[in-house]
């Protein structure tokens, strides 16, 4: 089985702590189309075959196309892919755009999974990450996806925001459980670098939250969601039980997909690929029948190092049974070595041949996984 995830850059407003490739310019949404079309002809051959299990279209604002729009990549994909047994097709979504018609366009579509960009339920955060929604729009745009056939909702959550307190995240996390959606993700408010929220760090015009703080604000959110009846599967994402994202554990579990659009990643266990973030440089390369794109060959060193990264962050944790088959003896005796206070000291649990972080080494995880990487 493979995943298959499709960018779509385009945004009617860019949110101030967004680095992904995105752009508020949609000259060019025609053209991005007809080259998405034919970069799945041009590079159908790269799954080897392999039956596509789950589909996702992120972005930028994947609700910024049409049904049309949709229903142009939707066949050729059915055409030139085994899409018999996919059983996940996720669009992500701003609120505002999930009208009563433009939900009801999608039915017409395979969707059947939707993740929302909610971030916060404050109108005054809201307006400071320069969202484009309000508060109703978010509690209005899951009902209308309820009432037209599309219950398997997530939302997404940002916290530690400058100047946000925990009674404040406590609203939010309150605010999304009353929502009662089966998925949840939740990230702490990152500065990257170029993103005009930077600029403003770097300016002094807003202040990051301490670093105690924004334990307070992750302990708080796993504790709130566990008493709902999430399951913590991955640091930042929880859901109901039998309702993980299929698509985005791939991505820990080592699942081979294939990235179309302009910046999308490909992985097929043995190299990563990357389109280039440009919407010049992608059609072009596209229209020449030669994507415009970088490649890394992935040695034994690195794959084990991506795997102690995504699995540590998953609840199923990492298995030493797999490191020692696939990345060698010593690597697993190197881990095991590695591992061996934070086992004693209780921050890693150690069952069935298998090792995961403890409710308290979640915490440091960051530590942990950089400890048990090979350098």
Known sequence: MAGLYIHVPFC????????????????TKAAYIDAVCKELVLRKDYLNGEAVQTIYFGGGTPSQLSAKDFERIFNVIHQYYNTANCNEITIEANPDDMTEAYVTS????????????????????????????DRRQAIDAVAICKANGLPNISIDLIYGLPGQTPEQWNQNLEEAIALNVPHLSAYHLIYEDGTPLNKLKTSGKVIPVSEELSEDFFGLLIKKLRMAGYLHYEISNFALPDCFSKHNSSYWNETKYLGIGPSAHSYDKESRQWNVASMKHYLNGISAGTPDMEKELLDNNTKYNEYIITGLRTMWGINLEKIEEEYGAEKKLFCLKQADTYIKN??????????????????????????????
């Open 12 to 27: 009617a407003k860019r949110c101030i702590y967004c680095d992904f490739f995105t752009s508020t310019n949609q000259s």
């Open 346 to 375: 209780g921050l890693i649990l150690e069952k069935n041949d298998s090792l995961r972080l403890s409710s308290e080494g979640i915490f440091i995880s960051d530590r942990i996984m950089s400890d048990l990487l090979w350098v």
């Open 106 to 133: 999608l039915r017409q579509l395979p969707f059947n999974r939707v993740s929302m960009g909610v971030q916060s339920f404050q109108p005054e955060d809201l307006v400071f990450l320069n969202r484009r929604h």
